[in-house]
T-cell receptor, first 117, second 115 residues
Framework: AQSVAQPEDQVNVAEGNPLTVKCTYSVSGNPYLFWYVQYPNRGLQFLLKYITGDNLVKGSYGFEAEFNKSQTSFHLKKPSALVSDSALYFCAVRDMRVDTNAGKSTFGDGTTLTVKP | DGGITQSPKYLFRKEGQNVTLSCEQNLNHDAMYWYRQDPGQGLRLIYYSQIVNDFQKGDIAEGYSVSREKKESFPLTVTSAQKNPTAFYLC??????????????FGAGSRLTVL
């Protein structure tokens, strides 16, 4: 089985400050890890993914995430937050083994990020 | 532009009625998925399909049905057996190869409200 935990329902930061949205995962094999963002009444948009290689992954809109295998974490970070970053963020995991779960991704419950001016 | 189109965007249903949500993609993706989103509960997988004419139940398939007669289309029917159908429904697709492999592309969603 695979699972994702996003321990914070809400993260509040001031504009210009660094932000971190936390994610930990559990998977039997090696993980594919993803971050998606959702704006109100919209579908999710892909931000970045970790497949293999460098543990620091850079994605869209200045976001990055660091894969930490020993801590089974994949925290989303941005050095300087913008008000426009305010949205709902989802972490997702799927097992790298092709024959497992047939490509299903499991999502966390989401973290609402609010960036205040 | 390539993408996923879901319709209708908003739908109201009386109790006891079946409704069908449309999902069409022109991305040439093999796999398609239906997720249900409720406040504070993230996304839960209803059904998914890896190829045409084949689909599997997800985690919360009871009260739902799907078909995959064409690669581009994956409609979801919410039946009267679904006890709490009011939710936001998201369709997604993915490919297994190339730079975008395993990344889900989502539609804009359909919001179903049972009156």
């Amino acid at each position: 089985a695979q699972s994702v935990a996003q321990p914070e329902d809400q993260v509040n930061v001031a504009e210009g400050n660094p932000l971190t949205v936390k994610c930990t995962y559990s998977v039997s094999g090696n993980p594919y890890l993803f971050w998606y963002v959702q704006y109100p009444n919209r579908g999710l948009q892909f931000l970045l993914k970790y497949i293999t290689g460098d543990n620091l992954v850079k994605g869209s809109y200045g976001f990055e995430a660091e894969f930490n295998k020993s801590q089974t974490s994949f925290h989303l970070k941005k050095p300087s937050a913008l008000v426009s970053d305010s949205a709902l963020y989802f972490c997702a995991v799927r097992d790298m083994r092709v024959d497992t779960n047939a490509g299903k991704s499991t999502f966390g419950d989401g973290t609402t990020l609010t960036v205040k001016p | 532009d390539g993408g996923i189109t879901q319709s209708p965007k908003y739908l109201f249903r009386k109790e006891g009625q079946n409704v069908t949500l449309s999902c069409e993609q022109n991305l040439n993706h093999d796999a398609m998925y239906w997720y249900r989103q409720d406040p504070g509960q993230g996304l839960r997988l209803i059904y998914y399909s890896q190829i045409v004419n084949d689909f599997q139940k997800g985690d919360i398939a009871e009260g739902y049905s799907v078909s995959r007669e064409k690669k581009e289309s994956f409609p979801l029917t919410v039946t009267s057996a679904q006890k709490n159908p009011t939710a936001f429904y998201l369709c997604a697709s993915s490919t297994r190869t190339g730079a975008g492999a395993n990344v889900l592309t989502f539609g804009a969603g359909s919001r179903l409200t049972v009156l």
